[in-house]
């Protein structure tokens, strides 16, 4: 995956890619999924399909306010299990070293 730039948001990510691929909205998304990785666009999407949907009719306020909460996870998780993955392998790797270094050297 290409390393985000500080300063770029993720709408002149979306741009640039939407420019440089063209295409069908499945190369794009993949071409989006290969710069941003799977659960962020995963999140787009999801945040996608809730901002487009109607209310149901006769929808109550705690029906209204339980998808909310539910869209909320589905947008979060992907992105957080992504962080908390690459926090496990950086110390698996500090680890790793600590355990090199503190190893007796052979003669």
């Given at each position: 995956?290409?390393?985000?730039?500080?300063?770029?948001?993720?709408?002149?990510?979306?741009?640039?890619?939407?420019?440089?691929?063209?295409?069908?909205?499945?190369?794009?998304?993949?071409?989006?999924?290969?710069?941003?990785?799977?659960?962020?666009?995963?999140?787009?999407?999801?945040?996608?399909?809730?901002?487009?949907?109607?209310?149901?009719?006769?929808?109550?306020?705690?029906?209204?306010?339980?998808?909310?909460?539910?869209?909320?996870?589905?947008?979060?998780?992907?992105?957080?299990?992504?962080?908390?993955?690459?926090?496990?392998?950086?110390?698996?790797q500090s680890a790793a070293k600590k355990k090199r270094q503190r190893a007796p050297r052979a003669s």
């Amino acid at each position: 995956m290409t390393p985000k730039k500080e300063s770029q948001d993720i709408f002149d990510v979306i741009r640039e890619v939407a420019t440089t691929q063209g295409g069908t909205s499945q190369q794009i998304k993949a071409a989006l999924e290969a710069r941003l990785g799977p659960g962020l666009v995963q999140a787009l999407e999801a945040l996608g399909q809730y901002a487009l949907q109607d209310m149901a009719e006769g929808e109550t306020a705690l029906e209204a306010e339980a998808g909310a909460v539910e869209i909320s996870r589905r947008i979060v998780a992907p992105m957080l299990t992504k962080r908390l993955q690459r926090r496990v392998d950086q110390l698996d790797q500090s680890a790793a070293k600590k355990k090199r270094q503190r190893a007796p050297r052979a003669s």
